[in-house]
């Protein structure tokens, strides 16, 4: 069964660092999107793609995030700066028609 | 704004009790209600998707039926690899994103 896959599991960084978290969408899929969850706390939707361009963004999604698709097959979060705030689940998606699928999410812990 | 309510937040059943989860939303151009498993640190696990008043869908233990306001996940002889927060979902507008519920955290025990 095709799956959303990501990497890493786990990131731990400090304060003010930039990283980049990474995703592989199903293969036949066209929106993509990642969505984040701090613990305890519900689903938020942070941005979707689609045909290569944002398509939608929340407003958590501001000048510190970004997304690019930059081969076929993978898609990547791109947070800069980072903030204690930014511990959180990142999930990323990716939908056919009728069905949403999730990744297993990279942990961010910001120290 | 749309709206995406559960209940209730937390239900324990014995093993075999037979119950229903609600999800209550108000939104503007319903184009998917999702219904999703996450278990502790893992990633949201698609179950279904409804579109109209009326649906249902069933899977294994599983149906999920709705209507105009809300959404029902209804669980038939519980075992406690149920045991998860089920989350409900909704998807509008351009369809580019779906809203969370809070979910309902489902403990199963023998």
């Known amino acids: 069964e095709p799956e959303v896959t990501q990497t890493p599991s786990h990131q731990v960084t400090q304060m003010g660092q930039e990283v980049i978290l990474r995703c592989v969408p199903i293969s036949n899929h066209l929106y993509f999107y990642w969505y984040r969850q701090i613990l305890g706390q519900k689903v938020e939707f942070l941005v979707s793609?689609?045909?290569?361009?944002?398509?939608?963004k929340s407003e958590i999604f501001d000048d510190q995030f970004s997304v690019e698709r930059p081969d076929g097959s993978n898609f990547t979060l791109k947070i800069r700066s980072t903030k204690l705030e930014d511990s959180a689940m990142y999930f990323c998606a990716s939908r056919s028609a009728s069905e949403q699928y999730f990744g297993p999410g990279t942990r961010l812990t910001v120290t | 704004e749309d709206q995406v309510t559960q209940s209730p937040e937390a239900l324990r059943l014995q093993e075999g009790e037979s119950s229903s989860l609600n999800c209550s939303y108000t939104v503007s151009g319903l184009r998917g209600l999702f219904w999703y498993r996450q278990d502790p640190g893992k990633g949201p696990e698609f179950l279904f998707t409804l579109y109209s008043a009326g649906e249902e869908k069933e899977k294994e233990r599983l149906k999920a039926t709705l209507t105009k306001k809300e959404s029902f996940l209804h669980i038939t002889a519980p075992k406690p690899e149920d045991s998860a927060t089920y989350l409900c979902?909704?998807?509008?507008?351009?369809?580019?994103?779906?809203?969370f519920g809070t979910g309902t955290q489902l403990k199963v025990e023998l």
């Open positions: 793609f689609y045909n290569n361009e944002i398509s939608e």
């Open positions: 979902a909704v998807l509008t507008g351009g369809g580019n994103k779906l809203t």
